[in-house]
């Protein structure tokens, strides 16, 4: 009988890994040595920096040792949790081929210097971007490790990256931690960065940044709680000492802002359950908003405050039988013509966002001409001089009967006064 022959066996034989399957072992002091040996031979001189760096970076693998390069760029050495250096290994453990060391604050020309060792780095290595922007907000979050001088070099420099989009403004609300706060680190290091941003790009370029870092609503929280730091007086004397007087203007509109929204929130709640006319004019009276705002906010509110009929037939009259009965609202807010042209191009603006209202503009506008909430005059103006660009064509031909009825008689009634 015969059966299949055995198998070979591999007892006693060591199997070899491929090439490609070894892994190489993370040694971040090895890189650390390779590279500090490197920057030891460029003398301090930049340009020969980058091209070291240039040169260097397939056979010192930066894919897998980018963040420990920033590091070593930024502080001189690898940072420990805490800002502190690594002092792991055979020294040195520090060069002085590094920002820290090769910039002093105030002096942007060396700043920008230096900076273009970065910027052309990254350039070359594209895939170093996203690691510089991992190390910061690293970095950001260690400022205590750091010497004062340090962290005004830091601040410094991270306005000109903020600037150039070399890093997202999104870092920013990081620097907000307890024990950055508390000491005023934090607070420090904010306003550098906004002050050197200002200085070199204009103060729109700071509103832009902070918009864009979305601290709007908490840039009081870089003031300590304690000691009533966290006060109105406070917050527009510190940033107008250092010359940033639009942050403050900036802190006082948002804060409007929310007022505003926190009344439009009320004045919704006030007309959804239809409460008295007068009620609600109180409402806005009370929070002193203008005339002219206060018209828009009913309008919103009325145009919020019920669900509307998804067939076209139906909601023309759901719509003029809701504006007619708001119309005490809209009256005891259009008491001069500002306030009446405002409303019509706010409604102009809404038709057009609403499409199945488009068709009824006309209809709306001469409700509010028969109930005295629209003049004819501003009426007139609006059509010939200041209305919106937005479905204009559709709502001039709505309209134009209306207008040429208007126009007639405000030809009589000129006729009639030439004849007295």
Known sequence: ????????????????????????????LGFRDAIFEGLSETKGDLEAVFRYLDSAGSKLDYRRY???????????????????IVTDGDPPHKTETCLFECCTPGDLEGLKAFDQVFIQ??????????????????????????????RTVLAQITALWLASGQIPATLLPILINEHQVKDGTALEFLLEVLSTLKSEKGGTAVINVIKKSGMESSLMDFFPAHNQQQTKENFAKTFSARDLPEVVSFKKQQEEQQRRLKVQRQLKVAITEEKPSKEIVDILIKNSIPESDSVV?????????????????????QALRHIRRHVPLFEAFSSNSRSE????????????????????????????????????????????????????????DQMKKFIEWLEKAEEESDDDEDDD
């Open 121 to 150: 780095l990254m350039r070359r290595y594209k895939y170093l971007e996203k690691m510089h922007e991992e190390e910061m907000n690293k970095i950001l979050v260690s400022l205590k490790g750091f010497s004062h001088d340090e």
């Open 297 to 317: 906010m009913i309008w919103s509110c009325v145009m919020s405050a019920i669900e509307w009929s998804k067939k076209e037939d139906l909601l023309q009259d």
């Open 341 to 396: 042209l405002v409303l019509l191009n706010k409604i102009q603006e809404f038709c057009y966002d609403n499409m199945n209202f488009l068709k009824i503009f006309n209809k709306i506008i001469l409700l509010l001409y028969k109930t005295d909430v629209l003049s004819e005059d501003v009426i007139l103006k609006w059509y010939r001089e200041s209305h919106s660009q937005r479905g204009w064509s559709v709502f001039m």
């Open 1 to 28: 009988m015969s059966g299949k022959a055995p198998l070979p066996s591999l007892t006693g034989h060591r199997l070899k890994t491929r090439k490609r399957d070894e892994k190489k072992q993370y040694d971040p």
């Open 66 to 84: 980018g963040v420990n390069l920033i590091e070593v760029l930024i502080a001189g050495g690898l940072l420990a949790p805490g800002g502190i």
